[in-house]
Each structure stands twice: as structure tokens, then as C-alpha cells.
């Protein structure tokens, strides 16, 4: 629903069409889960850490889950793929993330016993305070017409980012809440199907 992921569906679209007018050979898409590293962790950080990482923040039980993928999984699924796959003969396209996705109470587990990030106290949230907050705040962006942003030359527009008559703005702000109360978690079983095996994880990555 963001502006990034209607850019990176519209790229997709844009690649196949260019292979299916042979004009690109060999053609292979990766979709990837949110990457991470020891340095870079913002989509955990978004979903378990307080502004200023004053604390860690519970939504409702903790057990929702979200695939993630750690950087040096992605690097070698890339040298795996340039050894293994020779010319093809069709599109591959593949979800790319870490073998098993990761509750959030794992992810605030592995933060605070990593030395990396913080040791704070966690603070536990109900998720229909959360629903309430992101409807209060959704409310203060007033309806617009639907409208969609359209390309030079003769390629289809984008999806409009105004739905229904919301805003894209109010509909970003609901989403909110659906990223923190419902599982996130990305069909890898045909990157799996290719025989490659990730090896990295969210406890390899900031506890090792």
C-alpha cells in the first residue's frame, strides 16, 4: 500500500513485460523481506522499539510473526543462484527471506540479550488500543477524490493510491496497525525448492 511497494510492483511489471519482448534475457526477480543487519535493523525497530528507544513495546500477546531476511542470507542466495542457474528458459521469480519468520517477542528477546541494542524494559500494549490510536489519527485526514499516477508514453498507470475515496494518507496510517497485530510472512518454499539452505539468522546475526 505505500508508495514503495506500488513502485517495486510497477518496476516487476515493467521487467516481465521487457523479457516477455525478448529485449531482457535470463531474467530472475527477487522479492525480498525487510533486510537486516547488526547495523541496520529498522523494520524490527519499528514494530518493538519505542521513539528514542526508551523502552521495548509489546503489542498485544507478542507471538505475530514477520519474515525477515538477513543481509548475508541475501548475498548468498545471490552467489547461489549465479553458480547454479545457467540460461533459462522461462521468468524466475522468487521470495527471498530468512528460513523461519520471527515472533516479535523473539526479536525483543534477541535485542535485549544482544549488547547491540539496548537493554530497556518492556511495555505491553493491547492491540485494540493501537486500532483505536491509528482510527483517531486516520480521522484527521480528510477524504480526497481517488486519483492514480500515470507514466509518459503509452505504459498503464500506476494503482491509484487513493481507494474508495480515502485518503492515501489515512489508508497508510490503518495499515499501521495492520503491520503490528497480524502475521507478515513471506511464501519461501520456492527459494527453498532451489536446494538453498539459509544459514543466518536473527540469533546468528546479533548474538554471535
Same mark, same amino acid.
Given at each position: 500500500?505505500?508508495?514503495?511497494a506500488v513502485?517495486? +510492483?510497477d518496476?516487476e511489471?515493467r +521487467?516481465?513485460a521487457l523479457?516477455n519482448?525478448? /529485449?531482457?534475457r535470463?531474467?530472475?526477480?527477487?522479492? *525480498?523481506?525487510?533486510v537486516y543487519?547488526?547495523d &541496520?535493523?529498522?523494520?524490527?525497530?519499528r514494530?518493538?522499539l519505542?521513539?528514542?528507544?526508551?523502552a521495548?513495546?509489546r503489542?498485544?500477546?507478542?507471538?505475530?510473526r514477520?519474515?525477515a531476511l538477513a543481509?548475508?542470507?541475501l548475498?548468498d542466495?545471490?552467489?547461489? +543462484?549465479?553458480h547454479r542457474?545457467?540460461?533459462?528458459?522461462?521468468i524466475?521469480i522468487?521470495n527471498?527471506?530468512?528460513a523461519d519468520?520471527?515472533e516479535?517477542?523473539?526479536?525483543?528477546?534477541?535485542?535485549?540479550k544482544?549488547?547491540i541494542r539496548?537493554?530497556?524494559?518492556?511495555?505491553s500494549v493491547?492491540l485494540?488500543a493501537?486500532?483505536?490510536?491509528?482510527?483517531?489519527?486516520?480521522s484527521l485526514?480528510?477524504?480526497?477524490?481517488p486519483?492514480?499516477?500515470?507514466t509518459?508514453?503509452?505504459?498503464p498507470?500506476l494503482p491509484p493510491?487513493s481507494?474508495?475515496? /480515502?485518503?492515501?494518507?489515512?489508508? &497508510?496510517i490503518?495499515?499501521?496497525y495492520?503491520?503490528l497485530?497480524s502475521d507478515?510472512?513471506f511464501?519461501?518454499e520456492?527459494? *527453498?525448492?532451489?536446494g538453498?539452505?539459509?544459514v543466518?539468522s *536473527?540469533?546468528t546475526i546479533?548474538?554471535?
Amino acid at each position: 500500500s505505500s508508495d514503495y511497494a506500488v513502485s517495486k +510492483l510497477d518496476a516487476e511489471r515493467r +521487467l516481465i513485460a521487457l523479457s516477455n519482448d525478448g /529485449i531482457i534475457r535470463n531474467l530472475v526477480i527477487l522479492r *525480498l523481506a525487510p533486510v537486516y543487519d547488526r547495523d &541496520w535493523s529498522f523494520n524490527f525497530d519499528r514494530r518493538v522499539l519505542a521513539p528514542f528507544r526508551m523502552a521495548y513495546i509489546r503489542f498485544g500477546s507478542g507471538l505475530q510473526r514477520m519474515s525477515a531476511l538477513a543481509r548475508p542470507n541475501l548475498v548468498d542466495f545471490i552467489e547461489f +543462484l549465479i553458480h547454479r542457474l545457467r540460461r533459462l528458459t522461462q521468468i524466475k521469480i522468487f521470495n527471498v527471506c530468512d528460513a523461519d519468520p520471527y515472533e516479535f517477542n523473539t526479536i525483543i528477546r534477541v535485542f535485549k540479550k544482544s549488547g547491540i541494542r539496548p537493554n530497556r524494559p518492556v511495555i505491553s500494549v493491547p492491540l485494540p488500543a493501537v486500532w483505536l490510536a491509528t482510527r483517531i489519527a486516520g480521522s484527521l485526514f480528510f477524504n480526497k477524490p481517488p486519483h492514480a499516477i500515470t507514466t509518459k508514453h503509452e505504459n498503464p498507470p500506476l494503482p491509484p493510491f487513493s481507494k474508495g475515496g /480515502i485518503s492515501y494518507k489515512k489508508e &497508510w496510517i490503518h495499515s499501521c496497525y495492520d503491520k503490528l497485530a497480524s502475521d507478515l510472512v513471506f511464501d519461501n518454499e520456492k527459494m *527453498l525448492g532451489t536446494g538453498f539452505r539459509p544459514v543466518h539468522s *536473527l540469533e546468528t546475526i546479533f548474538l554471535s
